[in-house]
């Protein structure tokens, strides 16, 4: 408190003098909410560009003052910052009321300040930006951040990708607890609501080993608000309506926080929609359905704390009814006519394919700061993932799952943070996890991922030195012990003679034999060094360069190994492989920055090295009762991927700013000397905006993104012979639909409304130009047109 | 004291996550070792009987591990009779379990869901359907085939999920997604 007065005193004797400098200026921030004092405010005075700081009961107090026009900036922790403009004539007394609002500024720079590490190659998407997505999912989400694209299913099923790298190759980290909700096949999108997040940062670089090894993509974290520790009640309520799909989102929080540090938080949403519509036809059995809450309670001191969370998503995805296809004729069928096979009117009815996923998350944190020495926290998090998937099926079993699976994960772990020596801090942790797999009897098919067991215990090190006021260096490593057990049918013909397995593998065979299949008890054990080093170096002019390096350890997924069996949606039969082993990836990334309103930059060029890269691809033809298949297996290959995202913001006028970006990948297959099969093409950003703090925070921006055709794509094409026409017809899977650009508009006005609330307004279009087009990184992209145009209206209240 | 504090919490959470793989362990839709579902959807024969008094021909095809594994077999029990009329009967089963699982029984059941078609690619045999769904649209369970001169060629039988009812008679046209798709050498003699 001293210190704050001693700070008021300083900057008020240094003051100049001259005439007519004789007035006063009494001031007096308030919480808009509850009228509250707020104290440690920090108050910067434009003209004479000096800071004050307010005082317990929020008073300041500026001398001295000439007549003319004081313009004064007050911003504090958790409120949106303030610029007010007084003529002075006289001494003056104002009340300023801040705004504790819920989100954090939108920033216009590129990159955040606050980083997860000093070192780390990342960017940020915060509240602001995740609200545009509040009817969307995750992955739509991330697509807006430079280098990350994602690998769709249609339109609902998103998973993100990190410089074309996805599933089990980026870690996803929510509220620090990574999830586990079988995210290893291409259609499985991770079971995120992102209304319970405040911010979701895309680590590029190779600061990851506190999470996982295997973060050969990257890592994307998923982050809490830390509130600010007062008496408060406040929260928030959003209603986001769309053209398209009919449908919506409505997401409702409320925070209640405590002086004495505790706080508690719950937040629910409901998203429906019906069938979607391209711009030529409605995209029948697209719907969805989601309902998801959750709940925090914790306390936060300097000292000590804790933090417990739960959160339960449920989905319910439908699944273009035309893209269950029976066999690869089916298949040509579909690619040749460029419509659905099925339009049928709109309608909010999910029927068959489609996919029902119910995820839990429970965590418990608590920490406790030892005086002279550091930080320890425990964690323990729990995760029950189901995933049942319905298809198009005769009789009985018309409404039972082919796929139905429960995944039960949890883990321990702690982590020691010391930082009582002057310029290093470190990490160091440990973690113990326990999976279990377990395949729903009743479907009535064997199930594509069998029964198993998995056991993973790690120990992690990381180090931070601070070599001198602008560098800084980290490095650190992690060892990881995994094994799996499991146990599986497999085809006799399969187990002996197509994959020799008993000669292979002779010690995962049982005595059991029936129906032509042998139960098999197949154990792996692994073990995995990662390690990275980075340094950071800030520059004058706001300019700072990172560089990092790691090395990253991959074990292949239970589905890489044991899946067996025929996907409807892709025509194709995919089959693991026992033999495969871990991938191991050298990855360089570097970063350029400026973080710089009027004129900012980011360039960040990346190399990833990757041996023994797992992909799926096909391998050849198989004759089955329902016509031909083509057989896609997982094989191992060396792999490169490198390119280069480049950011610019450019302030153009007071109102007026520019923000645009590109992204440049090119993906090699070095064992066969072409290109790597899904990989994202080229493409930018252009975004022009609008904003007016005194015309009610109205905010216009025009968005344009293109997506250059992929031209370097494997040629996995194939004929195969239809007996119909009793010609061979050309199977073309491979070939890339062309470029794109689509255009976006957004506007948005903020009103204050009721006593201490406000109101914002939004009305966005997205896909302005109602563009048909398809894009090579959608599944279905062989069955239907992307989404057409879209108007949506958002309502939000604070209060 | 505060150590102490800290030292029970870590304790607490360890008990945590050894009784919840107690609690795992024993929750009730655990199934383990009971899980390897027998393939009931699978189809594991066609057969199409062809009868015209004492001549009767059947078109098999056995694929007895389903898809993937060891290929199916094509099995045609001798030549077709020059201009005859046949009148055809197809059997759809999955000869996994015991006694085989009848699967023409589940299409009949679903009949406005399901058409079987039968091309042959010898141009003088006709196929006609003679059975109807519930909305009056040919279903081609039961069929009368007539050969016309002599020949050699292939027929193919495909049953469509889903087609478009009415159609042409052509499954090009039908739409729908393809259950069974096999095509059998034939000779007409």
């Known amino acids: 408190m001293k210190s704050i007065i001693i700070g008021v005193l300083i900057a008020i004797s240094s003051f100049s003098y001259s005439q007519n400098c004789n007035y006063i200026f009494l001031g007096e921030v308030k919480d808009f909410h509850d009228g509250t004092a707020i104290e440690s405010a920090t108050i910067h005075i434009k003209e004479s560009d000096k800071y004050l700081i307010s005082d317990l009961d929020g008073k300041f107090k500026i001398e001295n003052l000439c007549s003319g026009t004081l313009t004064l900036t007050i911003s504090h922790i958790g409120c949106e910052t303030k610029t007010v403009s007084y003529s002075i004539e006289n001494d003056v007394f104002k009340i300023i009321s801040l705004e504790h609002h819920l989100e954090e500024l939108n920033e216009v720079v590129v990159n955040s300040h606050l980083k997860t590490e000093g070192t780390s190659i990342e960017q940020t998407l915060n509240k602001a930006d995740l609200e545009k997505y509040t009817d969307k999912s995750l992955g739509d989400a991330l697509n807006s951040v430079s280098g990350v694209s994602s690998l769709n299913t249609g339109n609902t099923i998103v998973k993100p990708m990190i410089h074309g790298l996805h599933s089990s190759r980026l870690l996803i980290i929510n509220n620090n607890v990574r999830m586990f909700d079988q995210e290893w096949g291409d259609e499985h999108a991770p079971n995120i609501d992102i209304n319970a997040s405040n911010k979701v940062e895309v680590i590029k670089g190779a600061n990851t080993l506190k999470y996982g090894s295997d973060a050969i993509g990257g890592l994307i974290l998923i982050q809490p608000k830390r509130y600010v520790a007062r008496d408060s009640l406040f929260g928030s309520t959003m209603l986001s309506l769309n053209s398209n799909g009919r449908g919506g989102n409505v997401n409702s929080e409320l925070i209640k926080t405590y002086k004495s540090g505790f706080y508690g938080r719950i937040q629910t949403s409901y998203k429906q929609f019906g069938d979607f519509e391209g711009p030529d036809y409605k995209l029948t059995n697209s719907g969805l359905k989601n309902i998801n809450a959750s709940a925090r309670i914790g306390y936060r001191s300097f000292e000590k704390g804790f933090d417990a969370y739960y959160s339960v998503v449920s989905n319910e995805l439908g699944i273009l009814q035309a893209s269950h296809i029976g066999n690869v004729n089916d298949l040509v069928t579909a690619i040749n006519s460029r419509t659905p096979r099925v339009i049928e009117d709109f309608s909010y009815d999910i029927d068959y394919p489609k996919q029902n996923i119910l995820h839990n998350l429970a965590k418990i944190e608590a920490y406790k700061r030892f005086k002279n020495f550091g930080k320890l926290s425990v964690q323990y998090d729990m995760q029950i993932n189901r995933r049942k998937e319905y298809d198009l099926r005769r009789g009985d079993l018309a409404n039972t799952p082919v796929i139905d699976l429960r995944l039960f994960t949890n883990s321990l772990q702690t982590n020691l943070n010391i930082d009582a020596i002057d310029n290093l801090k470190l990490d160091t942790g440990i973690l113990v996890r326990y999976q279990q797999n377990d395949a729903i009897s009743g479907t009535g098919v064997s199930p594509l991922i069998p029964d198993f067991e998995k056991y993973d215990a790690s120990i992690y090190a990381i180090g931070n030195f601070d070599l001198n006021d602008s560098s800084e260096l980290s490095a650190g490593a992690r060892y990881d012990f995994t094994r799996i057990n499991a146990e599986k049918l497999y085809n006799l013909t399969d187990w002996e003679e197509t994959y020799n397995y008993d000669e292979l593998f002779p010690q995962f065979e049982t005595n059991t034999v029936e129906n032509s299949k042998i139960l098999t008890r197949p154990e792996f054990t692994f073990h995995n060094i990662s390690a990275n080093v980075g340094y950071s170096k800030q520059f004058n002019n706001d300019i700072s360069l990172f560089v990092n390096y790691g090395l990253a350890t991959r074990v292949p997924n239970p589905s890489e190994l044991f899946s067996d069996g025929l996907h409807h949606s892709a025509a194709r039969i995919e089959t693991g492989l026992l033999t495969l082993n871990k991938e191991i990836a050298n990855k360089f990334v570097a970063s350029l920055e400026r973080n710089n309103q009027n004129f900012g930059f980011s360039i960040s060029p990346y190399f990833k090295h990757i041996n023994d890269y797992i992909q799926l691809i096909p391998v050849g033809i198989t004759t089955t009762i329902r016509g031909a298949f083509p057989v896609w297996e997982y094989n191992q290959i060396n792999a490169q991927i490198f390119g280069v995202d480049i950011d610019v913001n450019k302030k153009i006028t007071d109102k007026f700013n520019y923000k645009g970006s590109i992204s440049l990948l090119k993906g090699e297959n070095l064992t066969e000397d072409i290109p790597l099969i899904h990989m994202p093409s080229t493409n930018f950003t252009n975004s022009i905006s609008y904003y007016n703090d005194e015309l009610n925070q109205l905010s216009i921006n025009l968005t344009h993104k293109t997506v250059l055709q992929q031209n370097e794509f494997p040629d996995y094409n194939f004929y195969t012979f239809n007996p119909i026409l009793q010609e061979d017809v050309y199977v073309d899977i491979s070939s890339t639909p062309p470029a794109y650009s689509l255009f976006s508009f957004n506007s948005s006005v903020s009103f204050k409304a009721f006593k201490t609330g406000s109101l914002k307004l939004e009305l966005n279009v997205e896909n302005l130009l109602n563009t048909k087009y398809n894009e090579y990184l959608n599944r279905q992209r062989y069955f239907a047109d992307e989404l057409g145009r879209n108007i949506n209206l958002k309502i939000k209240i604070n209060y | ?189």
């Open chain 2, 1 to 189: 004291m505060k150590n102490i504090k800290s030292i029970k919490a870590i304790k607490f959470l360890a008990l945590l996550f050894v009784s919840s793989i107690a609690f795992v362990g024993c929750s009730s839709d655990d199934d383990h070792g009971d899980d390897h579902d027998h393939e009931e959807e699978l189809i594991t024969t066609v057969r199409y009987t062809l009868t015209n008094g004492t001549d009767v021909v059947i078109l098999e095809f056995q694929d007895l591990d389903g898809e993937g594994g060891a290929e199916g077999t094509f099995d045609v029990s001798g030549p077709l009779t020059a201009n005859t009329t046949y009148s055809g009967v197809i059997q759809l089963l999955n000869e996994t379990e015991s006694p085989a699982d009848n699967i023409t029984l589940e299409v009949e059941d679903e009949g406005d869901d399901h058409e079987f078609f039968y091309t042959p690619t010898i141009s003088d045999i006709t196929v006609s359907k003679d059975d109807l769904d519930e909305d009056g649209n040919p279903v081609g369970i039961l069929t009368t085939l007539v050969t016309g001169g002599a020949g050699t060629g292939s027929l193919t039988i495909e049953l469509i999920h889903e087609p478009t009812k009415p159609n042409d008679g052509t499954s090009i046209n039908a739409g729908g997604s393809t259950d069974v798709e096999v095509t059998f050498s034939i000779e007409v003699q």
